[in-house]
């Protein structure tokens, strides 16, 4: 979601955060849409009913959520993957969301009760740790340091933090001149014919045909005669969850975000006693 600029619009007296264009869309011919199929479609059913690099898939419709706000398609994504890997494993403690009650709606409830459940939030994903990577404040534009500038959304190496700072084991895989074509759609098939690992991926939407610009979901499966990946768009308004060739997704991530161009993130359940170093 993290582009070169961001800019505020006053949107009948409240503040709407608004996609800017990255250079790639400033200085480039607009890219000729992309064949999407939407997961809505019977052809849709057809690719994944025939997929072999689905099982990421059922996990995480398990546990999907919309995105709160235009700001929070990285927590989102992240939240999602985060219950996937651990609503089920009561070894692992997980936080409460105590927004999600308001004050007039427990007193009404019995004494004693807790009506909240233990599991991964947009709101709780910011706690003490992920937050010294980028704080909840820093993703709306707030500046890090007094006079600095900002650095509003999440950058994908920002994410791979947070997500580390909650004992994750996550790989980045930035879409450079590093990576070719063939070695990151080998690791995207791969991740999703196998249990307990997810990809997160930041893609420029642009490219794929779509309105908007830089954005984050989770990958849900591949299927192997259309040569396309099932994006599921965390993003609930004018979007689905959709069937995206594999060269059009992997050019959509070949695209400069305000560091280093985009990619992809490879994550599973790491050691939490040695969540990895933030800074």
Request: net charge neutral.
């Amino acid at each position: 979601m993290k582009t070169l600029r961001t800019s505020l619009l006053l949107l009948g007296g409240g503040l709407a955060l608004v996609s800017p264009l990255t250079a790639l869309a400033r200085d480039a011919t607009a890219p000729a849409p992309t064949a999407l199929v939407s997961f809505t479609e019977p052809e849709s059913m057809k690719r994944l009913e025939r997929s072999k690099h689905k099982v990421d898939f059922f996990h995480l419709a398990n546990q999907f959520e919309s995105q709160g706000n235009k700001a929070f398609c990285g927590p989102t994504s992240s939240v999602i993957v985060l219950n996937a890997l651990r609503a089920s494993n009561e070894a692992i403690a997980k936080p409460q969301d105590a927004r999600l009650v308001l004050d007039e709606d427990r007193e009404l409830l019995p004494a004693g009760f807790d009506p909240l459940f233990h599991r991964y939030t947009q709101n709780n994903f910011f706690d003490e740790a992920s937050s010294k990577v980028k704080a909840r404040e820093q993703v709306f534009g707030k500046p890090a340091d007094e006079g600095g500038k900002s650095d509003a959304g999440i950058q994908l190496r920002q994410l791979q933090g947070m997500l580390a700072a909650k004992g994750l084991d996550v790989k980045l895989r930035v879409a450079d001149d590093t990576l070719t074509d063939a070695t990151i759609k080998a690791e995207l098939k791969e991740n999703l014919k196998t249990a307990n690992d997810y990809v997160i991926l930041n893609y420029f939407r642009p490219v794929l045909g779509q309105k908007g610009g830089g954005h984050i979901s989770p990958l849900g499966a591949y299927d192997q005669a259309s040569d396309s990946f099932l994006v599921l768009d965390v993003n609930p308004n004018g979007q689905s969850w959709v069937w995206v060739k594999a060269d059009a997704l992997i050019k959509s991530m070949r695209t400069p975000d305000t560091a280093e161009n985009r990619g992809y993130l490879l994550v599973k359940e790491g050691n939490l006693a040695q969540a990895a170093d933030t800074k």
